[in-house]
């Protein structure tokens, strides 16, 4: 599928057609945000966190993840990882990685995940933003 949005509030209303469509599964939901700087991965991500009622989301940039508790569809964190910073896929799996994506209950979304896309799992929806001009950007959603 793929959206162009002019605005954030039409970025508010892809992240809200996404979380609608969520469903819980037999491990965690991995949502693989890729696009270049200022391509509007983390608007979405802050779009995607209201929806679900979680609001001052900010990007873990320097943190590199932030976990929240939510109360949607079976799903009971909300955890936004930041892999920019990130020099191979082993630094993630030293912040406990691999525990995460078991539990099913837990939504990730993962921004720059092609910097750790070895453990990236091949059932992940993949979201690609591109940067078109200062108020547009395209959103091509790739479900598993």
């Known amino acids: 599928m793929r959206y162009v949005s002019k605005s954030l509030e039409e970025t508010k209303e892809v992240a809200e057609t996404v979380v609608r469509g969520l469903d819980l599964g037999d491990k965690a939901t991995v949502l693989a945000l890729r696009g270049n700087l ?3 991965k983390t608007a979405f991500s802050q779009a995607v966190g209201v929806a679900l009622g979680v609001n001052g989301m900010n990007s873990p940039t320097f943190v590199i993840e932030k976990i929240y508790p939510i109360d949607y569809r079976g799903f009971k964190h909300l955890i936004h990882i930041d892999a920019y910073r990130l020099e191979k896929h082993t630094e993630l799996l030293h ?37 078109v001009d200062e108020n547009t950007r395209e959103i091509e959603i790739h479900e598993s």
Do not use: H, Y
């Open 95 to 131: 912040l406990g990685w691999t525990e995460i994506c078991k539990e099913k209950e837990n939504l990730i979304l993962i921004e720059w995940p092609d910097r750790v896309s070895e453990i990236i799992p091949e059932n992940a929806m993949r979201i690609n933003f591109k940067f």
């Open 38 to 40: 200022g391509s509007g």
